[in-house]
């Protein structure tokens, strides 16, 4: 087995969408698994599945205490798109709000235009608690459900813009809940590249919540839609994190069931294979949260080279860089990035 044996475990438990192969979990795995998930970013995922076997045993009141927290983030997504949408702003939830139920630690929130110092003063007005502000978003509070929104003018890591609003803005639809209520929210394509993005040039880890929600995503798209998924790819700068993402994403998925589905083949035909992270991955004995190789970070940021407006945030990262206050803030979270086990 190349895979560690917690990864084959927790997939066959979970399944995929793709097939209805199970794990005959023991009763003492159950909970050696969670903490498992829970670095992985998928507690409840992992607890709906241990449920549906009729397994939980003593993580019944952590499965109870899971739902009500979702209950509550669907409730404040509720309010604040009303919010949002009587202020009159374009805006769309991204890359937290996943294609399966999933306590999440932040809600993203997206403004379009110019309305986005007008979005954090309005929010202040309405109650939310203010947190923090970076140089492309800042975080609020909504207090009676403890939630977090983290709002952003651009999507990026630090000053560099690795996803343009511009081009997403043609990408917005509506997402129904599980609560019945319907908010604006990417459309499936450009939700799972911007999940894509984040794993490999902000967070630069993959972790099996990733994974989970590529499946999803797939799961329902239409030739129609994955063309248009690689055509957004293309137009973003994004091949090399989608190669590599897509790569490590149908080798779990082959490793724990034997088998891939029609749509994760048809993405391999069209993209390339990252011919150094797989190797790099398996040397080291494959586990997650996986770091990837930095020189697939590296080649990936200097694709967006290849963008304009990336180009111009590179440059403005590289004039701010000669505050000593911002490098020496880059650097710590650079550092902090490095050496932690998860995000």
């Known amino acids: 087995m190349i895979v560690n044996s917690q990864i084959y475990k927790l997939l066959r438990v979970v399944r995929s969408p793709f097939t209805k192969s199970y794990y005959d979990i ?98 202040r007005d309405a109650g939310y608690v203010f947190l923090a502000r970076g140089p ?11 939630v977090d929104f983290d709002v952003y003018d651009e999507v990026g890591v630090s000053r560099i813009v690795y996803l343009d609003k511009d081009v997403l803005e043609n990408f917005v639809g509506e997402r129904k809940l599980s609560n019945s209520e319907v908010v604006r929210s990417l459309l499936p394509e450009a939700d799972l590249l911007s999940v894509i993005a984040h794993s490999v040039l902000k967070e630069q880890m993959y972790v099996l919540s990733e994974y989970y929600t590529t499946l999803y995503y797939l799961a329902d798209m239409k030739d129609e839609t994955l063309n248009s998924f690689l055509s957004l790819v293309d137009k973003c700068k994004l091949r090399l994190a989608v190669e590599t993402h897509i790569g490590i994403s149908a080798m779990l998925h082959y490793w724990a069931y034997g088998k891939l589905p029609l749509c994760l083949v048809k993405l391999i035909n069209m993209l390339k294979n990252n011919h150094l992270e797989l190797p790099h991955g398996i040397e080291k004995g494959f586990s997650t949260p996986y770091k990837y190789h930095p020189i697939t970070i590296l080649k990936a940021f200097l694709e967006k080279f290849g963008e304009e407006k990336a180009m111009r945030s590179f440059a403005l990262q590289a004039l701010n860089m000669c505050n000593p206050r911002f490098a020496s803030f880059v650097v710590k979270k650079t550092f902090n990035r490095i050496n932690r086990k998860t995000y």
Not at 61 to 67: A, D, G, N, S
Not at 79 to 97: D, E, P, T
Not at 139 to 145: A, E, I, L, N, Q
């Open 136 to 146: 492309l978003s800042a975080t609020f509070r909504d207090v009676k459900s403890v």
């Open 26 to 123: 023991r009763a003492h795995e159950i909970r050696q698994l969670y903490p498992y998930a829970l670095k992985n970013k998928m507690p409840l995922l992992y607890l709906e599945a241990v449920n549906r076997a009729g397994e939980l045993g003593s993580l019944g009141e952590e499965y109870v205490r899971l739902r009500r927290k979702y209950a509550k983030i669907e409730e404040a997504v509720c309010k604040i798109s009303k919010k949002l949408n009587a202020w009159g702003v374009n805006y769309a939830f991204f890359k937290s709000i996943k294609p399966y139920p999933e306590v999440t630690v932040d809600i993203d929130i997206l403004v379009f235009g110019l309305k986005y110092p007008d979005v954090l003063r309005n929010m």
